[in-house]
């Protein structure tokens, strides 16, 4: 299947500073891209729906200045946690639309965010 | 998008078929059934989908029944590596390609 990846896969930060995180679709063009959250033991929850070229589109209760999303390329989507807080330490995982295979949807690795 | 029923958990044997069902009875007609697995700390990987006919590839098969109200998705011979917890997603085809996750299937498989 296709390749989508994350970076980083983990990162540390104070509380207070911003982070950014990257997913790349590896050998697809993604339009669309989506960004999840996971906490411990929890399932996903979809934080956002990424198009490339256009604004983000947030799901109920995200707050959309704190959890920016940029989708400047047909291969890059980037989220970045402004001034973080430990509440937001968690798995952050993206997913990237494959076209040209059925409109599937493929999943990075994962970021784990710990804020101290 | 219809929602989707499964297990919690279940356990399969080394070696033998793990038969995961999951229960879709508000599916409609243009809705597909993806199946989704997450290992450990790790991000949801692709496994299959299908609409109406059963499907087949390289990591499993995917049985739709007649009336589409459920499924089963089937790992011939389980390995160790296939404990996960395994999704069962059902949505359309049209413009909205979100994909919704329940709490899915903790699979564990045993030696």
């Known amino acids: 299947g296709a390749v989508v990846s994350q970076h980083p896969s983990r990162v540390i930060c104070k509380s207070g500073t911003s982070v950014k995180i990257e997913c790349r679709s590896l050998d697809f063009q993604a339009t669309t891209m989506f960004w999840y959250r996971q906490f411990p033991k929890q399932s996903l929850m979809l934080m956002a729906t990424?198009?490339?070229?256009?604004?983000?589109?947030?799901e109920q209760g995200v707050e959309k200045d704190k959890f920016l999303i940029n989708h400047a390329s047909l291969t890059l989507s980037t989220l970045t946690v402004t001034s973080a807080h430990p509440e937001d330490s968690s798995f952050y995982i993206c997913s990237a639309r494959e076209v040209t295979a059925g409109n599937t949807i493929y999943f990075g690795e994962g970021s784990w965010l710990t804020v101290v | 998008d219809a929602k989707t029923t499964q297990p919690p958990s279940m356990d399969c044997a080394e070696g033998r078929a793990a038969n995961l069902p999951c229960n879709h009875s508000?599916?409609?007609?243009?809705?597909?059934v993806y199946w989704y697995r997450q290992i450990h700390s790790q991000g949801p990987q692709y496994i299959i989908h299908?609409?109406?006919n059963n499907e087949t590839n390289e990591m499993a098969s995917l049985i739709i029944t007649e009336d589409r109200k459920s499924s089963t998705l089937i790992l011939p011979h389980a390995t160790l590596r296939d404990t996960a917890v395994y999704y069962c997603?059902?949505?359309?085809?049209?413009?909205?390609?979100?994909?919704?996750f329940g709490k899915g299937t903790l699979l564990t498989v045993n030696p």
């Open positions: 997603i059902v949505k359309s085809g049209g413009s909205n390609y979100k994909l919704t």
């Open positions: 990424s198009n490339e070229g256009s604004k983000a589109t947030y």
């Open positions: 299908g609409l109406k």
């Open positions: 508000t599916i409609s007609g243009n809705e597909y």
